[in-house]
């Protein structure tokens, strides 16, 4: 997998992220178009890399659940 290092930015309107409520729509897939341009370019990096997975922060994280961001929160700092 490739783990996608980005910076949310002060404007958060635009932000897709995975929250308790969207939790399994997201898990059935997510519009790429509905994506930051950041995120929607390292999709197509990735991609064209032939690579499967694409670990992105605010998709991966679940970011209402304290524990759930707690822990994958921890994991960032071994893959980082």
């Not at 519009?31 to 499967?52: F, H, T």
């Amino acid at each position: 997998y490739v783990a996608l290092s980005y910076c949310w930015g002060s404007d958060l309107s635009g932000v897709v992220t995975t929250l308790s409520s969207n939790v399994e729509p997201h898990l059935q897939g997510i519009a790429v178009n509905s994506l930051p341009q950041i995120i929607q370019d390292a999709v197509r990096v990735y991609r064209e890399l032939g690579l499967r997975y694409l670990w992105v922060d605010s998709l991966c994280i679940i970011q209402d659940d304290r524990k759930d961001w707690a822990q994958e929160v921890d994991r960032m700092r071994k893959v980082y």
